[in-house]
């Protein structure tokens, strides 16, 4: 019974169209973030991401072999915005999407800017709100971090830190997490720590 159970789902999940196997999860890798929607505040959590031309083209592929959408948006067609000339596109997180950073990375340091590989997931619903109607959505299942978000404190930072290698002295410090943590002494290129004190 089980077996035949998982066989009946496996068999609406990869229907053929156009020649090949619909796929109900596709890969994104090295994606730029533009706003994390972490916490929901009445619109649901998201991240938006930046849609270069290679990306769009894989989700609104995706899309279409899904059919993904509902009564509200055009079904099999990615709701993509345009601000100040940047494509852009909103995708759905929710309390089960798992999340992974390189080099202590957090979700703490998603935002614009950001840059992770992500997994994204088709999947049917039918709920109070659809009347009774079945559609497929699309949400992201799982994250890895894989560059935190960029501010004008991390470019400062970078010019005060580009003035020191011009004056031939090594300094070292996380600037990789927005931690605030202390620069180690300076040191010359030999190794030697420069006694800098004034006594």
Do not use: C
Request: charged share 25%; aromatic share 8%; proline share 2%.
């Amino acid at each position: 019974m089980y077996r035949q159970i998982v066989k009946n789902i496996m068999s609406t999940k990869t229907g053929k169209t156009g020649g090949g196997t619909v796929q109900n999860k596709i890969k994104v890798v090295n994606a730029e973030v533009i706003f994390a929607n972490l916490t929901d505040e009445g619109f649901g959590t998201k991240l938006t991401i930046k849609l270069t031309p290679e990306l769009e083209k894989q989700i609104t592929e995706f899309w279409k072999a899904n059919n993904i959408g509902n009564e509200k948006t055009v079904i099999g067609v990615p709701n993509i915005k345009e601000y100040e000339g940047t494509r852009q596109l909103s995708l759905k997180i929710n309390e089960h999407t798992r999340f992974a950073g390189l080099n202590g990375l957090t979700t703490d340091n998603l935002g614009f800017g950001a840059r992770i590989n992500f997994f994204l997931n088709a999947f049917e619903y039918s709920n109070k709100f659809t009347k009774g109607k079945t559609y497929t959505g699309a949400s992201i299942s799982a994250v890895v971090i894989l560059e935190g978000k960029r501010t004008g404190a991390d470019a400062d930072l970078s010019d005060l830190l580009n003035d020191l290698r011009d004056e031939n002295t090594t300094v070292e410090g996380n600037v990789s997490n927005n931690n605030n943590n202390a620069l180690n002494e300076a040191k010359k290129t030999s190794g030697e720590v420069i006694d800098d004190l004034p006594f």
